[in-house]
């Protein structure tokens, strides 16, 4: 499984900013897959997941109410809508798939990653 992600930049504080990821190979459908997120000097943490062949997701409670995941199966493409944007958001953003269930957001129940994509929220 290939995992590319895209759609980072550069934000003013309340914007908006979606990201794409897209998978490659073989993904299986009962798959985990999701977008986690790592500042410098803090640990990965999972901000949104969700089971590959749909049904309930999970967010960070930080991030509740303002990012959305979901998934366009026929593009084997999963995204991140990020809505009113903080600078406490700003990280690299990477998308990683599993297949650990129920699908959590401890990044240790993820086998697959992609390179990640930098997030920067200015104030």
């Known amino acids: 499984v290939q995992l590319v992600e895209s759609g980072g930049g550069s934000v003013q504080a309340g914007g908006p900013l979606r990201l794409s990821c897209v998978a490659s190979?073989?993904?299986?459908?009962?798959?985990?897959m999701g977008w986690f997120r790592q500042a410098p000097g803090k640990e990965r943490e999972g901000v949104a997941v969700?089971?590959?062949?749909?049904?309930?997701?999970n967010y960070a409670a930080s991030v509740k109410g303002r990012f959305t995941i979901s998934r366009d199966t026929s593009k084997s493409t999963l995204y991140l809508q990020m809505n009113s944007l903080k600078p406490e958001d700003t990280g690299m953003y990477y998308c990683?798939?599993?297949?650990?269930?129920?699908?959590?957001?401890?990044?240790?129940?993820?086998?697959?990653w992609g390179q990640g994509t930098q997030v920067t929220v200015s104030s």
């Open positions: 990683a798939a599993g297949l650990r269930l129920p699908c959590g957001l401890d990044f240790r129940g993820y086998h697959y």
């Open positions: 969700g089971y590959n062949g749909g049904g309930s997701t």
């Open positions: 190979g073989y993904t299986y459908r009962r798959h985990c």
